[in-house]
RNA sequence: GCGGGCGUGGUGGAAACGGUAGACACGCCGGCUUUAGGUGCCGGUGGCGCAAGCCAUGGGGGUUCAAGUCCCUCCGCCCGCACCA
């Protein structure tokens, strides 16, 4: 017998250079031949040193996909670039003063070099990376687009900001009161900074999450984060000084059980309403005190209550009573007004200040036992008594409208989600594009003179401002407008914005005149399947939406592209002995010693083969020498079907060794299929390609026929194309001369998955007892009476009365007995 | 505290519907081939038992002819949000 060694190294080097020579993966944006397309895109990578593991297991899921639609008949969209902006290239700059652009352009050049050793079907001529100009021009165009419109705008304002990267940070981005990268305690400072405006899209982009296919929890956590209530806004007064405060409240309904008033610290009035009042000093004693606290601990649920009063009254507007002031911490002034009335009796957190300073508490809801706080439902008492009696659901829905009647409140919506902050004071980024004149204000730069160049500089490190301001000749402009001198922003945009509308440009990379042509966007668009990590739930997964919005409002996009990603898979990730991996712990696999030592195709197969691919899963070295052979197996025994067996068809007259492997194979193309068509099961997939090649082995020692053998031997084949695309396109070819990748996707054929006959199983009592070959269309009675023959049945049926019969066609009977 | 997810052999995991628990693979055991092998091939492998059989899907309870799957309850782990009025 001739040797045939499996040489994964030559085989992929061969067909990923026929690959890259014809194009095979480009997809034209010439729609004339009506073929179905799908857009099926795995989020960017950041490029940082070179690929891991993890990169690996999201490309795999992703190209196994791409291979699937494009063989089931559509045209494939699978673009890649890199999200190039951001702090680690910079960081490494103020260490080693290499420009960032230069140690990016490395990094993107090692990701590309492995993504193509890895045999990746993507489409090289849409590739960019977010920090070359040709993109970042159109980033630009995006904000003065937004600008424009109203929906980016300067404000001073609290921001977050991170001490150790010295820059501000979005609310997305700051994770149990630290950094997200950094994982510095954030400190709360006054400064006026770039936003967008989110909360305007807060209702739609809440409402619209039912319209997708979204795994259910991260659905659940954009809810969360947008975080929705309904209530109402209810005037109190402050006669004294003649001041009306509107705080927002979910319970409009224990109004009446309101006994004080409390303002958060940064209440811009507290300082007002205390002056002249014997409390003053302590008042404002308190205020320094929260305003200079930590920010996380201050946040703690469980933190003691504190407070001062203000010496002063507000009158509450259904009953007239007066409700002293307090300024406590527990209030912030980022929700709704920074002002809330206080229902001790029906509230978790009055009643805990309430205990504190011995502050009444008067219940107007009736629960279930005496104890307070009560927050649940009940019936209205002790408010007024066109109110009381009633259930407190309904007398909140009276209560609104009285104070709708009396113009002393209305019905209200109030949402957790925060503009976007975009503004870095970091060099690494696109710049702002805007000119601030002390004559004009801030002033958009014109259409023409984009993009504005990230100028050239020496010293990157951030000084409480963005290194741009070193650039003093870049600084320094005139203003569009009047032509006074004038100065650039000097500020980068938050990364995130480079990453929210990349899908958009993948449809149209080379449009020098547009960020996109609308048409064909509208071919493309929404990506079909968006695949990527949980770590973007909120942050890139919100903003894209917000985008894709926004965009359509202003006429950029088709009005009925509302969402960006029809579909998402969140994969999980690749453990080692049950831990991330890292270079701190020292367990970090690479791809490139798994791909030098087995080939790509082991690799990928087995990432893929190891568990389902949202979840979590621990690697294993064992494990992936088992796919190798696995792979070896499958491609030695097509080497050597090819030399050996004649090339003739699957005889008329066939015998059962033959019909053994049909069937099999039929049943392995239909599971592959089904289990690749909504789900993304390529574990069992696979298993049931090796299923199959266990069949091949043993039958072809048999007699099986040279035509069975080399169909169940391609077949086999064509079904691991998507996991193993180079083994699988090189064994297809030594079997049948073709290109897989060219041939439709399989056929399962319904004659051979149907089965003449099948173990019924036999059981006494839920026991399986025994089992016995049915046939198919067998009856009931029939059923039964097979099962009560079986040997093992009969004894456990002796001397007993049977009670109860069921039958399940073509799969058991139990026979209940007593 | 609220919301979501998970818990199956020595290991990773199978089992859309309630209907043969443990597919497939790793590991382990045995055999054959090989000068040798980190190769290839064949067989075995949930636990207890000689066997008939019994026990087994985190614990307990329930519904059902039948429960890994449905319901209740408890335990453990993971993720998100958290003084949001």
């Known amino acids: 017998m ?198 305007d899209y807060a209702d739609r982009l809440l409402e619209d999450l039912d319209t997708i296919r979204w795994p259910e929890h991260v659905k659940t956590m954009q809810r969360n984060w947008i975080g929705r209530s309904e209530g109402a806004e209810v005037v109190f007064r402050c006669e004294e000084l003649e001041i009306d405060y509107p705080v927002f409240t979910t319970r409009p309904d224990t109004l009446f059980g309101a006994t004080f008033f409390v303002m958060a610290p940064e209440h811009p009035d507290v300082l007002r309403l205390a002056e002249g009042t014997e409390h003053e000093a302590e008042v404002r004693q308190y205020v320094n005190r929260s305003l200079t606290d930590d920010t996380q601990l201050r946040g703690d649920i469980d933190k003691e209550k504190t407070g001062v009063p203000l010496g002063r009254t507000v009158t509450n507007p259904v009953n007239g009573e007066q409700l002293p002031i307090y300024v406590a911490d527990y209030v912030l002034m980022e929700y709704g007004t920074g002002a809330i009335m206080a229902v001790p009796a029906h509230d978790e957190r009055d009643y805990a200040f309430a205990k504190a300073y011995d502050l009444p508490i008067r219940r107007v809801i009736e629960g279930p036992d005496d104890e307070f706080p009560y927050s649940g439902d009940g019936t209205l008492v002790d408010s007024a008594p066109e109110f009381d009696g009633l259930h407190n659901r309904a007398a909140l829905e009276a209560i609104v409208r009285w104070l709708e009647r009396e113009g002393k409140g209305h019905s209200s919506v109030n949402y957790r989600l925060r503009d976007w902050l975009i503004s870095r004071q970091r060099y690494w980024g696109t710049p702002i594009p805007i000119i601030h004149c002390p004559a004009c204000g801030a002033v958009p730069v014109a259409e023409q003179d984009l993009p504005v160049l990230l100028p050239d500089i020496e010293d990157y490190k951030p000084r409480g401002r963005s290194p741009l301001a070193t650039a003093e000749d870049w600084v320094r402009t005139t203003c569009p407008q009047c032509r006074g001198p004038a100065q650039r922003e000097t500020d980068t945009m938050d990364t995130f914005v480079d990453s929210s509308w990349y899908f958009l440009r993948y449809c149209d990379p080379d449009n020098e005149r547009a960020p996109w042509d609308p048409n ?154 089904s289990d690749m068509s909504d789900r993304f099961n390529f574990n069992t997939a696979i298993a049931a390609v090796m299923e199959l090649l266990n069949e091949v082995t043993p039958v072809k020692r048999g007699d099986a026929s040279p035509g069975a053998v080399r169909f169940a031997l391609s077949t086999a084949a064509s079904l691991l194309f998507p996991f193993a695309p180079h083994t699988a396109t090189d064994a297809y070819h030594l079997l049948t001369g073709e290109r897989v990748w060219e041939q439709p996707w399989p056929d399962a054929d319904q004659a051979w998955l149907e089965r003449p006959t099948f173990e019924l199983v036999c059981q006494v009592n839920g026991k399986v007892r025994d089992r016995a070959q049915a046939p198919s269309d067998a009856s009931k009675d029939e059923l039964l009476a097979l099962c009560r023959q079986a040997p093992r049945v009969r004894a456990h049926l002796d001397g007993r009365d049977v009670v109860k019969e069921i039958v399940v066609p073509g799969k058991l009977v139990n026979i209940v007995v007593r």
């Open 2 to 199: 001739a040797e045939y060694r499996y040489d994964p190294a030559e085989i992929e080097q061969r067909w990923q250079q026929v690959w890259a020579d014809e194009g095979t993966w480009e997809a034209s944006n010439d729609f004339s031949d009506g073929q179905q397309t799908s857009y099926v895109l795995v989020m960017l990578p950041y490029p940082s040193g070179e690929p891991h593991i993890g990169h690996l297991k999201v490309y795999s899921v992703g190209d196994a996909v791409a291979h699937f639609h494009r063989r089931t008949g559509r045209r494939v969209l699978n673009p890649m670039g890199y999200d190039a902006f951001g702090l680690p290239a910079e960081n490494h700059a103020i260490k080693t003063g290499q420009h960032p652009r230069d140690s990016t352009d490395i990094a993107i050049a090692e990701f590309r070099r492995q993504f193509r050793e890895w045999g990746m079907s993507i489409d090289w001529t849409r590739e960019f990376g977010t920090h070359e100009p040709r993109y970042y021009r159109w980033t630009q165009w995006i904000f003065l687009e937004l600008f424009n419109r109203g929906l980016a705008y300067q404000k001073q304002a609290a921001v977050n900001w991170d001490p150790v990267e010295e820059t501000v940070l979005a609310n997305e981005q700051v994770i149990d009161g630290r950094g997200e990268r950094s994982g510095a305690l954030v400190e709360v400072r006054q400064l006026k900074q770039w936003f967008f405006r989110i909360t």
């Open 520 to 673: 064909i966007v509208a071919r493309w668009m929404p990506v079909d399947q968006y695949i990527g990590g949980v770590e973007h739930a909120i942050l890139h997964l919100l903003y894209a939406r917000f985008f894709t919005k926004a965009l359509s409002d202003l006429g950029h996009l088709p009005s009925d592209l509302q969402e960006p990603f029809s579909a998402l898979f969140t994969q999980g990730m690749i453990l080692r002995d049950g831990d991330k991996m890292s270079k701190n712990k020292g367990n970090v696999i690479s791809p490139t010693t798994i791909v030098e030592r087995f080939g790509a195709d082991t690799a990928r197969a087995y990432i893929l083969f190891i568990g389902p691919p949202d979840q979590d899963a621990d690697w294993s070295d064992s494990g992936v020498e088992g796919m190798n052979r696995f792979l070896g197996r499958l491609w030695r025994n097509a080497a050597e079907a090819a030399d050996e067996l004649p090339d003739h068809p699957i005889p008329d007259e066939i015998n059962d060794d033959d019909e053994r492997l049909l069937r099999k194979t039929h049943w392995a193309i239909d599971k592959v299929t």
